[in-house]
């Protein structure tokens, strides 16, 4: 059975990459309040975001473990209460905590990326009762799982897609051929969330793209910000586009409907 999550619009899906920053925005970054609402005017369904937990335990959309990058401090989120990341982002976009993504934009569809070890089971837990509009992932598939065990444990069940580990296994067992070894590899999970290519490597290719499919599995192609790699991969048959630039994307999939 198909998770609530991918009802919300039909294939192909846009995924705004830690929500939109117009290319005309000032003092706006990535991950703000403001960047989420600008993905979603655009007409995005799905938002992409990060997950980190705060000195005094606030989960926070922000992608980086520290602050460097988008603000200049070089404290880590983990040591930053978050009244004061807040005011820290207050001519940045806002601070949007996952509470407030969840409630505030009721009809977005969250891609979650579990940032920190800490972060996995608090943010499981907040989830719990929107389960059928987020997507659980992490490069590390023991956040990932904490994070599912603690949203089943309060009585949700998001949609998930792998780690590095786990999506390994998924491409060797697509090497070998067996639907057998691909319906292990993909038991449980609900999209592969992947990169067109790894360390010069291919990794999306429509022998990958069929395995999956096969069963029920979609696969969404991170990040794609150029519109023509964008209809090369609609093309080949993937079924989601994570971009920096939803814009575009949405325009290149209305284009092709």
């Not at 706006?28 to 995005?44: C, D």
Request: charged letters at 25%; aromatic letters at 4%; hydrophobic letters at 45%.
């Amino acid at each position: 059975m198909t998770h609530p999550w991918f009802s919300a619009a039909p294939l192909p899906r846009v995924l705004a990459h830690r929500g939109f920053v117009p290319p005309d925005a000032e003092g706006v970054v990535e991950n703000s309040f403001a960047a989420v609402a600008a993905a979603h005017a655009a007409g995005a369904v799905y938002v992409e975001s990060d997950c980190h937990l705060t000195a005094d335990g606030e989960v926070v959309l922000f992608h980086d473990a520290d602050l460097t990058r988008v603000i200049g401090d070089q404290r880590p989120i983990a040591d930053v209460r978050a009244r004061e990341l807040e005011d820290l982002m207050s001519t940045r976009g806002g601070l949007i905590t996952l509470p407030q993504a969840l409630t505030a934009f009721p009809t977005v569809r969250f891609n979650l990326d579990m940032k920190a070890d800490a972060v996995a089971a608090p943010a499981g837990r907040i989830v719990a009762k929107h389960a059928d509009r987020v997507l659980v992932t992490s490069f590390d598939d023991g956040r990932r799982i904490a994070a599912l065990d603690a949203a089943r444990a309060a009585g949700g069940t998001p949609a998930t897609s792998p780690g590095t580990k786990t999506m390994a296994r998924v491409v060797a067992a697509v090497a070998t051929g067996s639907r057998r070894l691909v319906g292990a590899a993909v038991r449980g999970l609900d999209a592969l969330q992947v990169p067109e290519r790894h360390k010069g490597v291919r990794v999306v290719s429509r022998r990958l793209i069929d395995a999956v499919h096969r069963h029920g599995v979609e696969v969404h192609v991170w990040t794609i910000n150029e519109p023509d790699d964008m209809s090369r991969l609609l093309d080949l048959g993937v079924d989601g586009l994570v971009t920096d630039r939803c814009d575009l994307a949405l325009a290149v999939v209305a284009s092709r409907s």
